[in-house]
């Protein structure tokens, strides 16, 4: 039987030192990572028992949403300095499952790994999550698609996915394999758009040497290689007529040929297709077989524009963010203003017109932050709505790090200046002044002190520093609003 396995995400070294000794006594796999590169750690989470995270990680809040977000049911434990819980706010408290101190009394913390549950081979949160990564947003219209594919995933049944150009039908693909029974085999991707008609029978089913000038060696096709696993036809509608008839014999028999060979191959392939075309008005016009088209849309999913769905552009944008983080790109950042604006575009190119407008924007902006007048010409025609609050967790400005970013070294030198401003006026008015003092106006500046403190832990996130001050969300808004702080 394997051995149970955690996941450490800390930067403190003594502390991964100690942990991995003891846990590696107890029998428990440990595997440790920083919280520079913990993303790609998360890919693999089925045969975990928990996460633990070290207190000492940067961008902690972040670090632990990140984790939550693809952790599903797993316990995640912080890991905080021995004699230190007082320190750690109830905020972050609140969203781990439990904390510890460490050096730990050990024979408590060895009962409180006997209550973890046990891994099991797929946790049905976790699979559910990572099936939908990519697929950012709380939209309406975008939950709808989460449920479509969680209903059809772990069935056998040809699904079709629709939508304009770059919403993301390579990502629902890609999502439907991830959440199925077929995720350890291959996803195989093929653009029937993108390949010469004389062309794409051999991409799809291989040829045998000498079964065409050029054909100089066999060659699997992309049913072959797709075998036990997905295979992914993109831009369908553009599929050759005669291509679409020897299609219709596989999706019904099941099998093929290879050019050039009369031998019949069985194949086990999940057929995933999609087009940004009317597939109806295709038929009409005798451009699409009516026969393969019903054949091909047993489950459909629609994508909507991201128009349709404009509340999701600055999840989107956090996630594009965190993606070219990932990928050790160069980032940028966006106001709030910014986002606002970028709200009212109508993108017509979709979500890959904003991957590229972000990815565009971190050429011209390394690591910093872009604001509203920072934004391309044709943004500047849109206004910025009055009063907007945009509480997403967006990561944005602090984010970026003081060394790479001149202008967030002095804003960070400003929010300190301000937190030791008010531990100076509380420090001065523990006594009355003889000359007296203007009651409101000191606890109005100790408010707005307190709620910057408050945002700037909590990352800029409204409902989670209301959670730090111990009031409602609706509150805080309220005051954000009569100070005019953003």
Known sequence: MALPRLLL???????????????????????????????????NLEELTAIFIGNDCEKLATLIRNVQEVSGQLPVVLLIQSGSLI??????????????????????????????????????????????KGLAGKSELIKQVRELIDQVASSNATVLVLGESGTGKEVVAQALHRASDRKN??????????????????????HEKGAFTGALTARQGRFEMAEGGTLFLDEIGDMPMPMQVKLLRVLQERTFERVGSNK??????????????????????????????????????????????????PLLVNDLVRRMQAAKKE??????????????????????????????LAITNPNSIVDATGLPEKFQGYQVPEGLLIEEELDNEDEVSAEQDPAM?????????????????????????????????????????LIQQALSECNGVVAHAAKLLNMRRTTLVEKLRKYELS
């Not at 029998?27 to 750690?41: C, G, H, L, T, W």
Request: hydrophobic residues 40%; negative net charge; charged residues 25%.
């Open 409 to 449: 070294a002095n804003k960070t030198e400003q929010q300190a200046e301000a937190q030791e401003t008010t531990v100076e006026v509380i420090s001065a008015v523990s006594q009355l002044p003889e000359q007296g003092m203007d009651l409101k106006e000191y606890l109005s500046e100790m408010e707005i002190n």
């Open 185 to 206: 085999k291959p996803f195989v991707p093929v653009n029937c758009g993108a390949i010469p008609g004389e062309l794409l029978e051999s991409e799809l089913f291989g």
């Open 9 to 43: 995400i800390d930067d403190n070294e003594t502390r991964i030192q100690q942990f991995e000794n003891v846990l590696s006594f107890l029998e428990y796999q440990v595997s440790i990572v920083n919280s520079v590169d913990y993303i790609s750690a998360l890919n």
């Open 87 to 132: 320190q750690v706010s109830t905020a972050i408290q609140e969203m781990v499952s439990q904390t510890y101190e460490w050096p730990t009394i050990y024979p408590l913390f060895i009962e409180a790994l006997k209550k973890f549950p046990v891994a099991k081979k797929a946790l049905p949160t976790a699979k559910t999550r990572a099936a939908n």
């Open 331 to 360: 980032t940028v950042r966006f106001s709030t203003d910014a986002l606002a604006l970028m709200m009212q575009h109508p993108w017509p190119g979709n979500v890959r017109e904003l991957s590229n407008f972000i990815e565009r």
């Open 264 to 313: 019949t191959i069985e194949c086990n392939v999940r057929i995933v297709a999609a087009t940004h075309r009317n597939l109806e008005h295709e038929i009409k016009e005798k451009r699409f077989r009516e026969d393969l088209f019903y054949r091909l849309n047993v489950f459909p999913i629609e994508l909507p524009a991201l128009k349709q769905r404009v509340e999701d552009i």
